[in-house]
């Protein structure tokens, strides 16, 4: 008999909190996390100097990494995708990767104002965690028009979480 393996999807604003909430995730048992920013910083470290670079690279690395993780999912080990699922497009390549109901797909989608992710852009670029690029408030601002928030007829069992009130447990 299989083990039930999940793919976890991540959606929301840049800066909304889903990398946090990725390593939340990730702390499970037989649960590996792939982090897009990490992958991207040791696979094309001096390719990524605007928006239309990181797409490319993105969907290198996607082309790349998809059938490791179906092996994964296969195999019982549920995986944590640390990328941006902001568009119906890129939810459902990671649905794909689920085959035939070998693997749930859960999207998060994290729910967040521009303001709360822009105080949070600007929190993340001071720390600089591994894999991360300094980002503009202008940044911010021309990638966030491309967000598209999920839809039911997506077929993705989704899960929202309240950025704001994540960033209020946060700072206690």
Same mark, same amino acid.
């Given at each position: 008999? #299989?083990?039930?393996?999940? $793919?976890? @999807?991540?959606? *929301?604003?840049? &800066?909304?909190?889903? %990398? %946090? $909430?990725?390593? #939340?995730?990730?702390?499970? &048992? ?9 992958? $991207? ?6 390719e990524i ?5 990181? $797409?490319?690279?993105?969907a290198r ?9 179906? *092996?994964?999912?296969? +195999? ?7 990328f941006a *699922?902001? %568009?119906?497009? #890129? ?14 797909? @859960? ?7 521009? #303001? ?9 670029? +001071? ?7 300094? %980002?503009? @408030? *202008? ?5 966030? =028009? ?10 993705? =069992? @989704? ?10 447990? &946060?700072?206690?």
């Amino acid at each position: 008999m #299989e083990k039930e393996s999940t $793919l976890h @999807v991540l959606c *929301g604003k840049l &800066a909304s909190g889903k %990398t %946090t $909430l990725a390593e #939340e995730l990730a702390a499970e &048992a037989s649960t590996v996390l792939i982090s897009e920013d990490l992958w $991207l910083s040791k696979l094309f470290p001096d390719e990524i100097s605007g928006f239309q670079d990181y $797409l490319n690279c993105s969907a290198r690395l996607r082309s790349a990494i998809g059938q490791h993780v179906q *092996g994964l999912l296969r +195999e019982g080990i549920s995986v944590v995708f640390d990328f941006a *699922g902001n %568009t119906p497009q #890129e939810r459902a390549w990671a649905k794909s990767l689920c085959g035939q109901g070998r693997a749930q797909c @859960v999207l998060h989608y994290l729910e967040a104002s521009d #303001e709360l992710c822009k105080l949070q852009l600007l929190r993340r670029n +001071e720390q600089r965690p591994e894999g991360s690029q300094v %980002t503009t @408030v *202008g940044d911010f601002d021309s990638i966030t =028009k491309y967000f598209v928030p999920p839809s039911p007829n997506e077929g993705l =069992k @989704v899960q929202s979480h309240d950025a704001a009130s994540r960033h209020q447990n &946060a700072e206690r």
